[in-house]
């Protein structure tokens, strides 16, 4: 998801990158950093409040819903936060909801989550959210990023109408996986 979105503003030409450095113990370091903040939020909306909410309405959209709002308001206060970056956030936090009440994985979200924001972070040095490393195997040129339909120059890949074009793909195809495993449990 996240190679689409950076594949795409690159090709563009709203992103221009250059090899910074690669050094495997400070990689290491941030993945472990990028794994325990993203699981975090994961174990958080998903692991703690999904199954509070589930308990409580019964109605998996409820919680679903519920939780994706949160994960959305834990966002608000990131730097350069407008519609669309709410929007995409929001549609992740349906998206890994899902993968919570499709396939009864946390992990599945936690992995997804840290993939997306070490890829958009760590190794490419963009914005994730508004927030930008310290450290990166790239770094982005500021002064020739440019605003578009496939990248923010404050919010980073996220908050574009090509992230969210990607979400909505990925929640159908998490509906359409579900749907090809519950015809498998039928037969």
Known sequence: ???????????????????????????????????????????????????RVLQRYSNPWVAILVTSLFFMALHLGNDHVSFFPLLDIFLTGLLFALMIHYFNSIWMAMACHTTWNFNQNILLGLPNSGEVSSYSIFVLDTKHDANSFAYNTGFGLEGTIMSVVVMLISIAIIFYAHKISEGKKSL
């Open 1 to 51: 998801m996240n190679g689409a979105c950076a594949l795409t503003a690159y090709l563009h030409g709203d992103i221009k990158l250059s090899f910074a450095k690669f050094e495997l113990f400070p990689i290491l370091l941030m993945f472990i950093a990028v794994f325990v903040q993203s699981s975090a939020e994961e174990l958080i909306c998903r692991g703690f409040m999904y199954q």
